[in-house]
């Protein structure tokens, strides 16, 4: 398994309204595109205003598929607009991890 781990960090203060915005516009549609959500969370001890999500695939060309297929959504670029004119993001982070042999995901 392939898990993508996207890190978001927001300007400070601002977390929840990324997180309505998320939930309301972009969340829909990745549910539905990319499948298999592991897991969303926000920081709490050590760098601050971050927003991790975790995604699960069986391959990068499964990703690269699924993903292509959510950003041909017409749905997608009126999230992407939304999130601009939100202006909250200062960074953005995405690493891709291979599970072990032994990992229970």
């Keep these: 398994?392939?898990?993508e781990?996207?890190?978001y960090t927001l300007k400070p203060l601002r977390t929840q309204d990324f997180l309505?915005?998320?939930e309301q516009?972009?969340?829909p549609l990745q549910k539905k595109y990319l499948g298999h959500l592991l897991g969303?969370?926000?920081s709490e001890i050590g760098p601050l205003n971050q927003v991790v999500h975790l995604w699960g695939f069986e391959s990068l060309a499964e990703r690269e598929r699924?993903?292509?297929?959510?950003?041909?959504?017409?749905?997608?670029?009126?999230y992407l607009k939304a999130l601009r004119e939100l202006d909250v993001v200062l960074t953005q982070e995405?690493?891709?991890l291979r599970s072990t042999a032994f990992s229970p995901v």
Excluded at 66 to 78: C, G, I, N, T, V
């Design 66 to 78: 699924r993903r292509r297929e959510m950003e041909q959504d017409p749905a997608w670029p009126l």
């Design 25 to 27: 516009a972009a969340l």
């Design 1 to 3: 398994m392939i898990v």
């Design 94 to 96: 995405t690493k891709m």
């Design 5 to 7: 781990q996207r890190t």
């Design 40 to 42: 969303f969370f926000t």
């Design 20 to 22: 309505a915005l998320y």
